[in-house]
Each structure stands twice: as structure tokens, then as C-alpha cells.
């Protein structure tokens, strides 16, 4: 029930008979006496949104419960940005999630998110051409390339800061799953494309349900492999869809593509109301709606919803 005028909003709402048995708010955090800087220094909580011609969006990243308990950092990280010049152009939104026991996983997926915008810039232009063609081969060959060049990159970056610190360094401490979803500007351009690692991945809001993949479920785009980079960099699956204006697209990790697909549907059919509309939420709203707790689904949550203005 959203509150009236003047109200606080209060804790997050709750799916079930009975609150998740942690608090909803931090409480622990890392330390920086803890050796682990990048940890004890990211925040609990990332908000973001932007204006890109049509399209409107806002994202949010949250610790999980859990972590919130155990006083870890959050692992998941997102992207929201342009790429392409201005006739090529492309909204950028990224998703990462951090594998939970990989020792630095947090910083693989802030990193990853943020390096494989850079390298897909790159790649922007001949992205955009293939898109438009609908050339699916052509598009797995460049999005393999940028994530490729992102983690051959990054790898270099990983191992001297290692070497710098004294400790040894190994791929699967920094393990974590990416989706990037690219959006022609262009209303006319009808086409994205999806880029996946692991599990997480993209829904869309059409007439009040949630679809899990392509809009008019013609094809499957993602599966339930639990591959992460750095290693697996050469399994990027990339997947071709098109919208229609009026349809949300929810990118997110597996804290909300989870309990978005559970046996009760009451999870999915609030956050169906909530953003089924073609009021988008602000910043703060949309936050708060994003928390929405189910008992046991307590991980990082990170999620990225656009909405297209009709004409």
C-alpha cells in the first residue's frame, strides 16, 4: 500500500505472512583496518536514473540482508551510461553480481560493469549496424570481443594490485556474472540486444505480466549457468529482442530475477503494479519499491528498469 501524503514510507514491504527474519536496514560494514579498502568504502546503497530521449530509467543496487547481518560489503554493481556517437547511439545498463564466495568478487563486478561499457564504445558503431540488421553472429562477435578486451584489461590491473599488496592472485577470487542490455536512442530503431555471463538477466513488463525473456517469448533468451568472469570471458551469450513502447525492461541479478520467478506470485505482482504504469517512479520511490523483501530471498539486489514514453 503506498502511503499517503506527508507519510514516511517506513520500512520496505513484505511479501508472505511474516517479514524475513533479518533487519531491513545496515548494520555492520567492513572496516578499512580489515585490509580490504574497496570493501569497507563501498556503500550499502547505489541510486541512479537518467532522461535519454524516450526513454527513462532507474536503477538501484542494494546489500542484501545477509550482508547486512554479516557485515560484508555489497557484491553486486551497475552501469547506466551512453555509448556510440550521436548517430549510433546506445543507452548502456550493466548489471554485475559478485560470486558470494569468491574473495574479491565485489571488486570484479564493479569493475567488469564499468570496463566492458568502455571496450562495447568501442565497438559501438559496427554494435549499432549489426543491430539494425538484426545480424546475431555478428553481434556475439563483438560482445565477445569488448568483454574479452575488458578482462585482459582488467586481469593486468588485478594482478599488479596483488603483487603490489603481497598476495597472491588468482581469476576466481574475482568472480562475477555481467548483463549488459543496449538501446538504440533512436525511437525509430526497435532492436536491442542483450549480453550475458551467468545467471541474473532481463525481464519484460507487457499488460501487467512479467515475461522472462523476449516479449512475445519467440526464444529463450537466458539460461541458469552459473558461468562468471574473468574465465569466462569467451561465454558471452548474446540474445536479439524487440519492444514495443509501453514495455518495461527489468535487467537485474539473480537478488530480484529470483524471487521474481518463485511459486507465489504476490512478489512479482507488486512489483508488476508498481511499475506497470506509465508514471514512472522517482528516485526514492523507486528505491523503496525495489526492496521489497521475501522470506529467504536475501542476497544483493540489484536491479535496472527503463520505461519507453508512448507517442
Same mark, same amino acid.
Not at 559496427?126 to 553481434?139: F, G, K, P, S, V
Not at 551469450?237 to 521474481?260: A, E, Q
Given at each position: 500500500?503506498?502511503?499517503?501524503? #506527508?507519510?514516511?514510507?517506513?520500512?520496505?514491504? @513484505?511479501? +508472505?505472512?511474516?517479514?524475513?527474519?533479518?533487519?531491513? !536496514?545496515?548494520?555492520?560494514?567492513?572496516?578499512?583496518?580489515?585490509?580490504?579498502?574497496?570493501?569497507?568504502?563501498?556503500?550499502?546503497?547505489?541510486?541512479? #536514473?537518467?532522461? %535519454?530521449?524516450?526513454?527513462?530509467?532507474?536503477?538501484?543496487?542494494?546489500?542484501?540482508?545477509? !550482508?547486512?547481518?554479516? &557485515? &560484508?560489503?555489497? $557484491?553486486?554493481?551497475?552501469?547506466?551510461?551512453?555509448?556510440?556517437?550521436?548517430?549510433?547511439?546506445?543507452?548502456?545498463?550493466?548489471?554485475?553480481?559478485?560470486?558470494?564466495?569468491?574473495?574479491?568478487?565485489?571488486?570484479?563486478? =564493479?569493475?567488469?560493469?564499468?570496463?566492458?561499457?568502455?571496450?562495447?564504445?568501442?565497438?559501438?558503431?559496427?554494435?549499432?549496424?549489426?543491430?539494425? /540488421?538484426?545480424?546475431?553472429?555478428?553481434? $556475439?562477435?563483438?560482445?565477445?570481443?569488448?568483454?574479452? +578486451?575488458?578482462?585482459?584489461?582488467?586481469?593486468?590491473?588485478?594482478?599488479?594490485? /596483488?603483487?603490489?599488496?603481497?598476495?597472491?592472485?588468482?581469476?576466481?577470487? =574475482?568472480?562475477?556474472?555481467? @548483463? %549488459?542490455?543496449?538501446?538504440?536512442?533512436?525511437?525509430?530503431?526497435?532492436?536491442?540486444?542483450?549480453?550475458? %555471463?551467468?545467471?541474473?538477466?532481463?525481464?519484460?513488463?507487457?499488460?501487467?505480466?512479467? @515475461? @522472462?525473456?523476449?516479449?512475445?517469448?519467440?526464444?529463450?533468451?537466458?539460461?541458469?549457468?552459473?558461468?562468471?568472469?574473468? !574465465?569466462? =570471458?569467451?561465454?558471452?551469450?548474446?540474445?536479439?529482442?524487440?519492444? %514495443?513502447?509501453?514495455?518495461?525492461?527489468?535487467? &537485474?541479478?539473480?537478488?530480484?530475477?529470483?524471487?521474481?520467478?518463485?511459486?507465489?506470485?504476490? *512478489? /512479482?505482482?507488486?512489483?508488476?503494479?508498481?511499475?506497470?504504469?506509465?508514471?514512472?517512479?522517482?528516485?526514492?520511490? *523507486?528505491?523503496?519499491?525495489? $526492496?521489497?523483501? /521475501?522470506?529467504?530471498?536475501?542476497?544483493?539486489?540489484?536491479?535496472?528498469?527503463?520505461?519507453?514514453?508512448?507517442?
Amino acid at each position: 500500500m503506498e502511503p499517503e501524503a #506527508g507519510q514516511l514510507r517506513g520500512e520496505p514491504e @513484505h511479501v +508472505g505472512n511474516r517479514p524475513p527474519s533479518y533487519p531491513s !536496514h545496515p548494520l555492520k560494514r567492513p572496516s578499512v583496518r580489515d585490509a580490504d579498502e574497496f570493501a569497507a568504502l563501498s556503500p550499502a546503497v547505489l541510486l541512479d #536514473g537518467a532522461q %535519454v530521449e524516450q526513454l527513462t530509467v532507474r536503477a538501484a543496487s542494494v546489500r542484501g540482508d545477509s !550482508h547486512n547481518w554479516e &557485515g &560484508g560489503c555489497r $557484491q553486486d554493481s551497475m552501469t547506466v551510461t551512453r555509448i556510440g556517437p550521436p548517430e549510433a547511439e546506445m543507452l548502456l545498463l550493466a548489471v554485475a553480481d559478485g560470486v558470494g564466495s569468491a574473495a574479491r568478487s565485489h571488486e570484479g563486478s =564493479y569493475e567488469f560493469s564499468r570496463r566492458a561499457a568502455v571496450h562495447l564504445d568501442r565497438e559501438a558503431e559496427r554494435i549499432h549496424a549489426a543491430l539494425c /540488421a538484426r545480424a546475431q553472429n555478428e553481434l $556475439q562477435i563483438l560482445a565477445t570481443k569488448a568483454v574479452a +578486451g575488458a578482462v585482459a584489461e582488467l586481469r593486468t590491473i588485478f594482478e599488479w594490485s /596483488a603483487h603490489h599488496a603481497r598476495r597472491p592472485y588468482a581469476d576466481e577470487d =574475482y568472480a562475477s556474472t555481467l @548483463h %549488459v542490455l543496449l538501446i538504440p536512442t533512436d525511437p525509430r530503431i526497435r532492436e536491442r540486444v542483450l549480453c550475458s %555471463v551467468g545467471d541474473g538477466g532481463l525481464f519484460v513488463l507487457r499488460e501487467g505480466r512479467w @515475461h @522472462h525473456g523476449s516479449p512475445d517469448d519467440s526464444a529463450e533468451l537466458l539460461d541458469t549457468r552459473t558461468e562468471a568472469l574473468p !574465465h569466462a =570471458y569467451h561465454s558471452v551469450k548474446t540474445s536479439l529482442l524487440r519492444t %514495443v513502447p509501453g514495455d518495461v525492461l527489468l535487467l &537485474g541479478t539473480d537478488g530480484i530475477t529470483n524471487p521474481l520467478t518463485q511459486r507465489d506470485p504476490e *512478489f /512479482a505482482r507488486r512489483l508488476a503494479e508498481a511499475w506497470g504504469s506509465s508514471e514512472v517512479p522517482s528516485l526514492s520511490d *523507486f528505491l523503496w519499491q525495489a $526492496q521489497t523483501r /521475501a522470506k529467504t530471498y536475501d542476497d544483493d539486489r540489484t536491479v535496472i528498469c527503463v520505461w519507453e514514453k508512448q507517442p
